[in-house]
């Protein structure tokens, strides 16, 4: 069914509230890849036609995440396009023209009903065990209540007229569906102000636009009839309306609908927490689908490649944080060591661990390598490194407590003693005096060996390979550190 309407175009149309999240994302990231399969034309379209809510900021932000997942737009804000202006708040005339429209055709009619007036009626329907939704009570006014209404200063909304019975559809994921009209009532289409509704302005651009498909969140489903009416309306011909495919809904942990409450939404609290974009992508393009065998591991192009609509599964995808951060740490360890830094850099930047100046790079690129097999997101990377850039430690509580036993004292005069003896300060040799002192001279376990050293030079018991930090830390600040935590 994909494939029969050609070219694809399929649109992500955001309204930016605030920061794009989890399902607005998996949901830009699979229009993306259906059109780069199908050698269709993504666009990206803004709903932006509530002021107080969508702001510049937010619209900018929300173009910027895109470009940094690398999901580009064929037209839109900042590309354009034959088919604009891209952002709703640009064609409120095209949607009065419309309304104007469906006003003459007696597809639309206006409703005067006050909102008291609606809420008593929707009261009472629920009391008699009536379907709920307007009950058409403005449907065929006469020209003196019309008046009547007018003279009490009532300002109209413009409501759709829905027909008796049913609409059937395809949906390209979950085959058949069909609504019966009892329960999608006349609905509004323009508010009493003249600014329209998402379903007016949703339908209209994607005629427009010449949408084809429409890949959306299950939770708009039900809108779906409302969205058909308005084409049929615009008078746009059945074979012509364009495909549905309603993707699964992002539960969290707990199998309800995925929030802050039970796992983090925001696509930018997992950037400034360090996880990579394509770690992103490739993690998102699982919640519903598969490459099929069995693989997890998928780069942007694979996705690309592989993608199609009728293999996303209808059931709701469950969001593992522990997942991401597998695939995100299997993403950090695939990066050259310039890429590392590369992507490095911000973090310890912002962490004030570095400035980045060259001497600074140049210990970087040696020190990289020593966690990026330990890391699973970009922000532990300045806690990792930052002993490497410090002039002296100041260790917490629990460091502090944990190397003043006298165990640990021992530890760390011996130790003192024998790296001061070092004439040639290289990681075999470190390595070998350390190990000769404190494993076989005192048969001490490894943990209990090193463990003084570890945090005696890096100030955590939690770092980069013990002798190699040594190394790159240098002979005379290794001492140093070591002196000043003896009792």
């Excluded at 029969?4 to 399902?23: E, I, M, N, Y």
């Excluded at 937010?58 to 839109?76: F, M, P, Q, S, V």
């Excluded at 992507?343 to 020593?370: C, H, T, Y």
């Excluded at 002192?437 to 943990?447: A, C, S, T």
Aim: hydrophobic share 40%; glycine share 6%; with cysteine.
């Amino acid at each position: 069914m994909s494939s029969s309407k050609s070219p694809v175009r399929v649109r992500f149309a955001p309204s930016p509230t605030g920061d794009l999240h989890v399902g607005n994302i998996r949901t830009a990231l699979f229009d993306w890849a259906f059109a780069r399969h199908t050698g269709g034309t993504f666009i990206f379209r803004i709903e932006d036609t509530d002021k107080e809510r969508v702001t510049d900021q937010y619209i900018e932000a929300a173009a910027e995440t895109l470009r940094w997942l690398g999901l580009d737009w064929d037209e839109g804000p900042g590309v354009g396009g034959e088919y604009g202006p891209y952002l709703q708040s640009e064609r409120l005339d095209i949607y009065r023209e419309w309304g104007e429209k469906f006003l003459q055709t007696k597809d639309a009619y206006h409703c005067y009903c006050s909102n008291e007036e609606l809420e008593a009626r929707r009261e009472a329907a629920a009391k008699a065990h009536k379907a709920p939704g307007y009950d058409g009570a403005c449907r065929e006014l006469s020209d003196e209540m019309i008046e009547k209404y007018r003279s009490e200063g009532r300002k109209p909304v413009l409501r759709m007229r829905m027909p008796e019975g049913s609409t059937t559809f395809h949906d390209l994921i979950r085959g058949e569906v069909t609504f019966d009209h009892s329960f999608v009532p006349d609905f509004v289409l323009m508010r009493s102000d003249g600014s329209p509704l998402y379903t007016l302005a949703a339908a209209v651009d994607d005629v427009l636009m010449k949408i084809t498909h429409i890949l959306r969140g299950e939770d708009l489903l039900s809108s779906t009839p409302r969205q058909i009416r308005l084409y049929q309306a615009m008078g746009v011909a059945k074979e012509s309306y364009p495909l549905f495919a309603h993707l699964p809904f992002v539960m969290g942990a707990d199998n309800t609908k995925l929030s802050k409450r039970n796992g983090e939404v925001s696509i930018a609290w997992y950037r400034e927490r360090g996880f990579l974009p394509e770690a992103l992508c490739n993690y998102l393009a699982l919640l519903g689908w598969s490459p099929g065998d069995d693989r997890e591991n998928v780069s942007l192009e694979e996705i690309a490649a592989l993608f199609e609509v009728e293999r996303v599964n209808s059931s709701p995808a469950r969001f593992d944080i522990k997942k991401l951060e597998a695939i995100n740490g299997d993403k950090i360890r695939a990066l050259t060591i310039d890429q590392f830094l590369e992507r490095s850099l911000p973090f310890l930047i912002d962490g004030e661990v570095v400035s980045g100046n060259q001497d600074e790079l140049v210990i970087l690129k040696k020190a990289l390598p020593l966690i990026q097999e330990r890391i699973v997101t970009l922000s532990e990377v300045p806690q990792m490194l930052s002993f490497l850039f410090v002039g002296s430690l100041t260790l917490n509580e629990d460091s502090s407590k944990k190397i003043s036993d006298p165990l640990s004292q021992e530890v760390l005069q011996a130790s003192l003693t024998v790296l001061t003896n070092l004439k040639d300060w290289n990681l075999e040799e470190i390595e070998k005096a350390l190990r000769s002192e404190l494993l076989e001279k005192r048969e001490l376990k490894p943990r209990l060996a090193f463990s003084p050293v570890r945090i005696a030079v890096t100030g955590s018991h939690i770092s980069p390979p013990l002798f190699e930090s040594l190394e790159l830390l240098g002979k005379d600040r290794t001492i140093a550190r070591i002196s000043a935590l003896i009792a």
